[in-house]
């Protein structure tokens, strides 16, 4: 069975910075790739970032040039670098890994029960 926990969440004023960390284990010999989420209250969960396991990485534009998605791909860690932070990333981030490989099935789809930040004005 893998499990994804999320760890780095809180409370933070306007413009400071958070880091997300968020560790799969299991019987894994692989995952495609890993990414954050998030959900607001009252709004659909949306993608805040994405990274392969070559390193290509995908962005919300509204988080663009703001946080930075990392991997280590040795250890099954994802991390969110959460720089200039506002009030409207309020929320709370949920780590993804998709296309995981274990020794019992191939190309699973996993998710962390979340993390919640909120950014104070």
């Known amino acids: 069975q893998v499990q994804l926990v999320e760890s780095g969440g809180g409370l933070v004023q306007a413009g400071g910075s958070l880091r997300l960390s968020c560790a799969a284990s299991?019987?894994?010999?692989?995952?495609?790739?890993m990414g954050w989420y998030r959900q607001a209250p009252g709004k659909q969960r949306e993608l805040v970032a994405a990274i392969t396991s070559g390193g290509s990485t995908n962005y919300a534009d509204s988080v663009k040039g703001r946080f930075t998605i990392s991997r280590d791909n040795a250890k099954n860690t994802v991390y969110l670098q959460m720089n200039s932070l506002k009030p409207e990333d309020t929320a709370v981030y949920y780590c993804?890994?998709?296309?995981?490989?274990?020794?019992?099935?191939?190309?699973?789809?996993?998710w962390g029960k979340g993390t919640l930040v909120t950014v104070s004005s």
């Open positions: 993804n890994a998709d296309g995981v490989v274990t020794t019992t099935y191939g190309g699973m789809d996993y």
């Open positions: 299991g019987s894994i010999f692989s995952i495609n790739a």
